[in-house]
């Protein structure tokens, strides 16, 4: 199965923003929809984002739509998570895996990697 490295957390100030980054090792992402979801202490896991295997399908969740843009470059096995407009609120580590985009995006995920902290504090 797809082995996937997620990169590029850190501890920014409301408002801020951070690019995540999720690279493939293994195998080729173009034959899979890659998504994000985040886990925060004493919280339910959350879907965040989902991009189709040709980018035609993203998803968001309504928490981060308009704040939030995911792509992905294939040549570079590489799916990206821009993050803007951050608010503590977005605390959590967040990870990258496989999902399906479309309806109920956020059941999918399977196949994530370690994950990257981000933490949103003044």
């Known amino acids: 199965q797809l082995q996937l490295v997620e990169s590029g957390g850190g501890l920014v100030q409301p408002g801020g923003s951070l690019r995540l980054s999720c690279a493939a090792s293994g195998f080729t992402l173009d034959y899979y929809g890659i998504g994000w979801f985040r886990q925060a202490p004493g919280k339910e896991r959350e879907g965040v984002s989902c991009i189709s295997s040709n980018s035609r399908v993203k998803n968001y969740a309504d928490s981060v739509k308009g704040r939030f843009t995911i792509s992905r470059d294939n040549a570079k096995n590489t799916v990206y998570l821009q993050m803007n407009s951050l608010k503590v609120e977005d605390t959590a580590v967040y990870y990258c895996?496989?999902?399906?985009?479309?309806?109920?995006?956020?059941?999918?995920?399977?196949?994530w990697g370690q994950g990257t902290q981000v933490t949103v504090s003044s």
């Open positions: 895996g496989k999902c399906r985009a479309g309806g109920f995006w956020y059941a999918t995920f399977d196949s």
